[in-house]
């Protein structure tokens, strides 16, 4: 329970802090995507079923509250946390450079994925103008803050852990 609660505020703020902070802080017209970084974390520390959750929820906060077509960044996240967290069940969940590089992948493919559905859904076509002036500077600048909110995700989910661990541990005998 604590870590859904945990979780739960972790979504919120990151909802908060994109919609607020980070919006003062663009670089060429573009904003670091940290939910994506959120997601992918989660969905390694966690695996893949409650990377899906997590991606989903995170979404959907950004779905009900900014999204023009509900569903769309729900889908995007569940799809990216279940991607992220399943080739990770036996890998050192310490090493920090390996999330590095699965955000450059994963933002891209979540960049490109949200473009060719966006135009499904009535966007225009132009792809090789957004992926110059948005996936390319979004890749860049999601990834130049990866590593220090991957160690936020860690020290939080190992904290946890031990909570959890402790709790399990006081009924032994």
Known sequence: MMRVGCMAVLILFNYVLQSTI??????????????????ISYGILRGDVEGAIFGFFSG????????????????????????????FKDYFKDNFFLPFGIVIVASIFYQVLFFVLNFLLGGGWNFWFYFRTIILPTT??????????YSLMFV???????????????FKE
């Open 156 to 170: 939080i989910n190992s904290k946890i852990e031990n909570f959890e661990d402790d709790r399990r541990n006081l």
């Open 60 to 87: 959907l906060i950004h779905d009900l509250f900014g999204g023009h077509v509900i569903g769309l960044y729900a889908m995007l996240g569940m799809l990216t946390g279940y991607l992220a967290g399943k080739p």
């Open 22 to 39: 980070l919006v003062r802080v663009s670089i060429l017209g573009v904003n670091p995507d940290t939910a994506l970084i959120f997601i």
């Open 140 to 149: 860049i600048y999601t990834v130049s803050v990866a590593i220090p909110l």
